[in-house]
T-cell receptor, first 118, second 113 residues
Framework: GAVVSQHPSRVICKSGTSVKIECRSL??????MFWYRQFPKQSLMLMAT?????????EQGVEKDKFLINHASLTLSTLTVTSAHPEDSSFYIC??????????????FGPGTRLTVL | KNQVEQSPQSLIILEGKNCTLQ??????????LRWYKQDTGRGPVSLTI?????NTKSNGRYTATLDADTKQSSLHITASQLSDSASYIC????????????FGSGTRLSIRP
């Protein structure tokens, strides 16, 4: 199946700093990638949809100036958490959409990035 | 309102036993339903994907069923192993220009030796 990687897998930063998380599709091109946030013992919450070459679409309640998304190429999307605070500590997961042979879209998820803000 | 509900919220069973997880949805128009396994601290991994016309699909010891009339799906795990301990997430997609995808809250499964 399609492989999606994320870097870094873990990051610890001080409050007020910015953190960049990369999401790469390794063996396919993804025109659409998704960013999710997951708090402990909860399911994934969609933050934004990232489209190559255009602005990301953010879900209601997600601050676009705080969570900057760039999808500059067909294999890379980045999420930058600006001026991070402890409440931003979470597990961030990206996924890439692939149009399957059966005619439906399928998402492949990255391994996630654990962000801890001190 | 498009919703996906899973039950039970959590489940503990002994190694070697079977179990069944449930997923009810109200997503319309229905496109497909997927079951994912998510290990702690990892991203979800796809187990099965089913469209409207499919009512059973197996992947090793995992068997998913879909009843499109009652809008219910189940994931049956046979002869459970310790490595099956994870969260199992039901995800339903709707046909729309935005390719709406709705996540269930997941079932946390713990296998005890």
């Amino acid at each position: 199946g399609a492989v999606v990687s994320q870097h870094p897998s873990r990051v610890i930063c001080k409050s007020g700093t910015s953190v960049k998380i990369e999401c790469r599709s390794l063996d396919f091109q993804a025109t659409t990638m998704f960013w999710y946030r997951q708090f402990p013992k909860q399911s994934l919450m969609l933050m934004a949809t990232s489209n190559e070459g255009s602005k990301a679409t953010y879900e209601q309640g997600v601050e676009k100036d705080k969570f900057l998304i760039n999808h500059a190429s067909l294999t890379l999307s980045t999420l930058t958490v600006t001026s991070a605070h402890p409440e931003d500590s979470s597990f961030y997961i990206c996924s890439a959409k692939v149009h399957g042979l059966a005619g439906y879209n399928e998402q492949f998820f990255g391994p996630g990035t654990r962000l801890t803000v001190l | 309102k498009n919703q996906v509900e899973q039950s039970p919220q959590s489940l503990i069973i002994l190694e070697g036993k079977n179990c069944t997880l449930q997923c009810n949805y109200t997503v319309s128009p229905f496109s497909n339903l997927r079951w994912y396994k998510q290990d702690t601290g990892r991203g979800p991994v796809s187990l099965t994907i089913m469209t409207f016309s499919e009512n059973t699909k197996s992947n090793g010891r995992y068997t998913a069923t879909l009843d499109a009339d009652t809008k219910q799906s189940s994931l049956h795990i046979t002869a459970s192993q310790l490595s099956d301990s994870a969260s199992y997430i039901c995800v339903v997609s709707a046909y729309s220009s935005a390719s709406k995808i709705i996540f269930g809250s997941g079932t946390r499964l713990s296998i005890r030796p």
